[in-house]
């Protein structure tokens, strides 16, 4: 890049210098012309001057001014005048030189045009005396000889010293053209050898590194990242593959970033997808669930149903049916009523609470008449099952802050359970006692139990169970029902149970097994603490 600049830098002035020397010769050769041509246009006015004076020298001495007379007057100034744009155009030119050779010559000449105006002056006021003379025209025609004779010389000399300046001037000009040209095909033949000359040097290196740096991006392009180009030198170009690494190593890493970020959606997508599966077949275990509810629901239903439309047939057929057979028929109606509308009210209660529609009526009440009234609605199923339902609170002025109505009907939900699993001759044993800042409400059988593999499914909504002594029992909404009313009232459900093995949970086993269930419900204190009487 710097040869080129010295280069175009050195064409440059050359050019400039030839173009100076050009222009001077030019200026010098259309000065000469311009004053041969005024020395030409003097020696013609002065020769109508001449004219003019012979013609007004053949008119009568003393006559007034005639046209002939103004014609000479006009020929004269008109002479003058070409004298003054000679002088003019000498002097202009003059001052433009700039050697003291070529200002002495110019000014000889300057010399030169003043005598010849000089002459000319003098010839003017001859003509006058001779037209004022008694021969005009032989006064005249002598002084125009005379001025002839001195002035010819002197302008002749002056127009060849112009003619020789225009000439040379062209001359010089036409060599200026010629070196010119010759030196300007010896600086492009010294331009093309250089060119050659630092191509080999310096442009078959770029030409290579600038090859180098394509190649490397077109692999880049092809998605390989960990390409590079060496650097080896300091210029521009050095400093551009230096950037082009640099970006490189930047796109390589932004290239790793997304590897590794589509390598983690793929795994988040993996993962959720795991869960979707996941889900689908909870979804389907739900939907089998619910089918299998829905038949049972139908039995459940339809078997009452049966049952009283059956009792009212039988008892209907005597005219007049004995009082004993109707009262077992009307409680026979009763019973399985009944029946079907705790079977009705626990499928309300189940929608009702997945809709969320329910909202508690909480108030103050003592935990002994929650014992108590459900003992009261309990104790006929429990006393027809054979067994014995035993309550106990203590302290006796423990009270809570509950929907008293959901909580009756849950652990009502509790003990038909406990009564349903529990063997003949059987306790199910009911107590509330305070923990802590919770009241813990215990529900303790003798049962059958739960086995340890169904107890984390106990709380699911239709799920009744797979085991043979379990399955067909039921809805599989009790347990799930209870805890969506001890959750709505901030308390926790729990359950414990055992079938084989271990300590027994519900009492003293004969054999030393593991038997029966409790069912824990932790209701929180209210705040503050409220006793009986408060709560009364």
């Known amino acids: 890049m710097s040869v080129a600049v010295l280069v175009t830098a050195a064409s440059t002035v050359a050019l400039v210098m030839a173009l100076g020397a050009v222009n001077a010769q030019l200026d010098r050769l259309v000065s000469a012309q311009t004053r041969l041509e005024l020395l030409s246009t003097i020696s013609g006015r002065i020769g109508d001057y001449a004219l003019m004076a012979l013609q007004a020298g053949h008119e009568q001495p003393g006559a007034e001014r005639t046209p002939l007379r103004s014609g000479r007057v006009l020929a004269a100034e008109r002479a003058r005048e070409s004298f003054v744009r000679l002088e003019t155009a000498l002097a202009d030119y003059v001052g433009r030189l700039v050697g003291e050779e070529q200002r002495t010559l110019m000014a000889a000449r300057s010399r030169t045009i003043a005598r010849l105006r000089a002459q000319f002056e003098i010839l003017d006021r001859q003509i006058d005396r001779a037209l004022a003379s008694e021969e005009p025209a032989t006064a005249a025609r002598v002084a125009l000889d005379v001025?002839?004779?001195?002035?010819?010389?002197?302008?002749?000399?002056?127009?060849?010293?112009?003619?020789?300046?225009?000439?040379?001037?062209y001359t010089q000009v036409r060599e200026l053209r010629e070196r010119t040209i010759r030196w300007g095909l010896i600086g492009v033949a010294l331009a093309c050898l250089l060119a050659v000359t630092l191509y080999h040097l310096l442009g078959r290196s770029l030409v290579k590194r600038v090859a180098d740096v394509a190649a490397a991006a077109a692999a880049i392009a092809r998605g390989r990242t960990d390409t590079r180009v060496t650097v080896t030198g300091h210029d521009e170009l050095s400093l551009a593959m230096a950037r082009f690494n640099r970006m490189a190593s930047h796109l390589a890493r932004r290239e790793q970033r997304l590897v590794a970020a589509q390598r983690h959606l793929q795994e988040t997508v993996d993962a959720r997808t795991a869960e979707l599966r996941a889900a689908n077949r909870r979804l389907e275990d739900v939907d089998l669930a619910r089918r299998r509810f829905f038949t049972d629901v139908s039995h459940e239903l339809r078997t009452p149903l049966t049952v009283i439309l059956g009792e009212v047939e039988i008892t209907l057929r005597p005219a007049r049916p004995r009082e004993e057979?109707?009262?077992?028929?009307?409680?026979?109606?009763?019973?399985?009523?009944?029946?079907?509308?705790?079977?009705?009210?626990?499928?309300?209660?189940?929608?009702?609470?997945?809709?969320?529609?329910?909202?508690?009526?909480?108030?103050?009440?003592?935990?002994?008449?929650?014992?108590?009234?459900v003992r009261e609605s309990m104790m006929p199923v429990a006393r027809a099952a054979g067994l014995t339902l035993e309550t106990s609170?203590?302290?006796?002025?423990?009270?809570?802050?509950?929907?008293?109505?959901?909580?009756?009907?849950?652990?009502?939900?509790?003990?038909?359970?406990?009564?349903?699993?529990?063997?003949?001759?059987?306790?199910?044993?009911?107590?509330?006692?305070?923990?802590?800042?919770?009241?813990?409400?215990?529900?303790?059988?003798?049962?059958?139990?739960?086995?340890?593999?169904?107890?984390?499914?106990?709380?699911?909504?239709?799920?009744?169970?797979?085991?043979?002594?379990?399955?067909?029992?039921?809805?599989?909404?009790?347990?799930?029902?209870?805890?969506?009313?001890?959750d709505r009232h901030g308390g926790r459900i729990e359950i414990e149970s055992g079938m084989e093995g271990g300590t027994e949970i519900g009492a003293e086993g004969a054999s030393g097994r593991m038997r029966g269930t409790c069912v824990s419900v932790r209701l929180p204190v209210p705040v503050p603490d409220m006793n009986l009487e408060a709560a009364q």
Not at 150 to 168: I, K, V, W
Not at 440 to 450: A, C, P, S, V
């Open 147 to 169: 001025f002839a004779a001195g002035f010819g010389g002197p302008l002749s000399q002056a127009m060849e010293e112009e003619r020789t300046t225009a000439l040379d001037a």
């Open 325 to 373: 057979d109707l009262r077992a028929a009307l409680l026979v109606i009763q019973s399985r009523a009944r029946r079907l509308h705790r079977r009705v009210e626990d499928l309300l209660r189940i929608a009702r609470s997945e809709s969320g529609q329910i909202e508690l009526d909480r108030s103050l009440f003592p935990v002994s008449d929650l014992l108590a009234d």
């Open 393 to 486: 609170c203590a302290p006796d002025d423990l009270a809570i802050d509950a929907d008293r109505d959901w909580l009756r009907q849950t652990f009502d939900g509790l003990v038909a359970n406990a009564v349903r699993h529990s063997p003949y001759g059987e306790t199910v044993r009911l107590e509330a006692q305070r923990d802590g800042d919770e009241v813990l409400i215990r529900l303790r059988d003798r049962g059958t139990g739960i086995a340890p593999e169904e107890l984390p499914h106990v709380f699911e909504r239709f799920w009744r169970g797979t085991s043979g002594t379990r399955e067909g029992t039921g809805f599989g909404i009790g347990l799930a029902l209870a805890k969506w009313i001890v």
